[in-house]
């Protein structure tokens, strides 16, 4: 899968900063790095200031940090060319690099090297890549801690306790002639039981990967002029969707990414909701509303404060009863300040529900809006509880996996051990005991470990 003997080569900053990084691993670094600079660096941990040779006529102002190996990310010999640039003349530095018998790092290559030569375990490997991606600040602590080896001293105690339990299980069967007891039935059966149970709390107290890999979705609803596009427009602070006093002038899906203090997600603003459409083109529009506000993560549902008649707010509300909504009193800038409450009241007693009022064009209380999206986004995702204190650890399919299968198998050996069958509750156990292992192991399957960093951003 991978050639530790090749010396590699990737850009690691993003494509649009002009600030450049090009990493470089492998055992030829410091030769390549001989070859297209005037300073010749020196094998040594070093951060010094270079001139690169891109052609005979071109020279590039560069910094370069050196890493030997083995005290390196990756473990290799590692330098990092930092320089300000353009694309055209970073693309002409990895062809004058690839002329000098390098190639191009596949996704994931330094940190797989970084696994493969014992920088770091398994899991923290796939933490690299959590943190990379990571959409909210929950979703970031619990990998970082994946990183600092969390997993791995949680998931050790219990290897530990399991290898144990196998050899107390197997010295019995050894001296089963003899009148010795190492472990009695009732003290093996409680402590895999209680084995067990810290396993099932790794799982339940930790941030499921797989369900926040993906930016939720935030849909605005509401009917037509209501105010939604101005409140797209608004919360993302540029114009997304054409505002008008007329009405229906939003057909299509609008959407953009919006940051909050703790998360990201995509907001988007679709056709204004009609208690009865006539013509085809609105149906379509509300048909294609309705499935986007149904699949979303949150609904922020406005309603014209201003208006007398409320009909066909009252209908639109029930057309996504089972989401998780807002209830948003939009335009709170056409009535006056001293009857604000009145108005509230009257929304919040004809839908029996709290509304929280806005001014998308005076730019009221848009702060608290975010905040409030901020909560509910954190809340759908991992749950109404503390999350501070709660989510310490990010678990992907295969973390979880292996922990479904340990326990799996240690419940099986508890009832081998009620039944007397020792020797197969100690295989089961030594079953047990592999499936641990596999979350960091470090002879874990290529297969598996190409699936894993296929995953990576190329040059991390």
Same mark, same amino acid.
């Given at each position: 899968m991978y050639d530790m003997t090749e010396t590699v080569i990737a850009v690691s900053s993003p494509t649009h900063d002009n600030h450049v990084i090009v990493r470089l691993t492998g055992p030829g670094t410091f030769d390549i790095l001989n070859q297209i600079t005037k300073?010749?660096?020196?094998?040594?941990?070093?951060?010094t200031k270079v001139e690169i040779c891109v052609d005979p006529e071109l020279f590039l102002d560069a910094r370069l940090y050196l890493f030997v190996s083995p005290y390196s !990310?990756?473990?290799? =010999?590692?330098?990092?060319?930092?320089?300000?640039?353009?694309?055209?003349?970073t693309e002409a530095l990895i062809l004058k690099l690839l002329e000098l018998n390098v190639k191009?790092?596949? &996704?994931?290559?330094?940190?797989?090297?970084? !696994?493969?030569?014992?920088? $770091? =375990?398994?899991?923290?490997?796939?933490?690299?890549?959590?943190?990379? $991606?990571? %959409?909210?600040?929950?979703?970031?602590?619990?990998?970082?801690?994946?990183?600092?080896?969390?997993?791995a001293n949680e998931v050790g105690s219990i290897s530990q306790e399991i290898l144990e339990s196998i050899s107390l299980l197997e010295a019995g069967i050894d001296f089963s002639t003899e009148d010795i007891e190492f472990l009695t039935a009732e003290e093996a059966v409680e402590k895999l039981t209680n084995i067990n149970k810290s396993l099932e709390n790794i799982v339940e107290n930790s941030i499921d990967c797989e369900l926040l890999m993906e930016l939720p979705s935030v849909g605005i609803a509401g009917a037509p002029n209501s105010g939604k596009s101005s409140l797209l427009n608004t919360l993302l602070g540029k114009p997304r969707s054409i505002v008008s006093g007329i009405a229906k002038t939003t057909r299509d899906i609008l959407s953009g990414h919006m940051t909050l203090d703790n998360s990201q997600c995509v907001l988007f603003d679709c056709a204004g909701l009609l208690e009865k459409p006539e013509i085809i083109i609105d149906q379509l529009a509300q048909q294609a509303a309705i499935e986007s506000l149904s699949n979303s993560s949150l609904v922020i549902f406005c309603v014209d404060i201003s208006k007398e008649n409320l009909s066909q707010d009252i209908h639109i509300r029930k057309l996504f009863n089972n989401c998780n909504v807002i209830n948003l009193a939009t335009k709170i800038d056409l +009535?006056?300040?001293?009857?604000? &409450?009145?108005? $509230?009241?009257?929304?919040? =007693?004809?839908? %029996?529900? =709290?509304?929280?009022g806005v001014s998308a064009l005076k730019?009221?209380? $848009?702060?608290?809006?975010?905040?409030?999206i901020d909560s509910k986004l954190l809340q759908h995702l991992i749950g109404p509880?503390? +999350?501070?204190?709660? !989510?310490?650890?990010?678990?992907?399919?295969?973390?979880?996996?292996?922990?479904?299968e340990a326990i799996e198998n240690i419940n099986q050996a508890i009832s081998e051990i009620k039944d007397q069958n020792d020797e197969v509750a100690a295989m089961l156990l030594r079953s047990a005991y592999e499936a641990i292992g596999t979350m960091e192991q470090q002879d874990i399957e290529d297969k598996v470990l190409e699936k894993i960093f296929s995953n990576f951003c190329i040059g991390k």
């Open positions: 300073q010749k660096p020196a094998r040594k941990q070093a951060t !990310y990756t473990g290799d =010999d590692l330098a990092e060319i930092h320089f300000n640039s353009n694309r055209a003349l191009m790092a596949g &996704p994931g290559e330094f940190t797989a090297r970084a !696994y493969l030569n014992g920088k $770091i =375990d398994l899991a923290q490997a796939e933490a690299v890549n959590e943190i990379i $991606i990571s %959409s909210n600040r929950f979703q970031l602590s619990a990998a970082e801690k994946l990183l600092g080896g969390r997993l +009535v006056r300040s001293a009857s604000l &409450p009145i108005h $509230i009241k009257r929304l919040n =007693d004809t839908f %029996s529900s =709290d509304f929280f730019n009221r209380n $848009i702060t608290g809006l975010k905040q409030n509880k503390d +999350v501070e204190t709660k !989510y310490g650890l990010l678990l992907n399919a295969r973390h979880k996996g292996a922990v479904a």
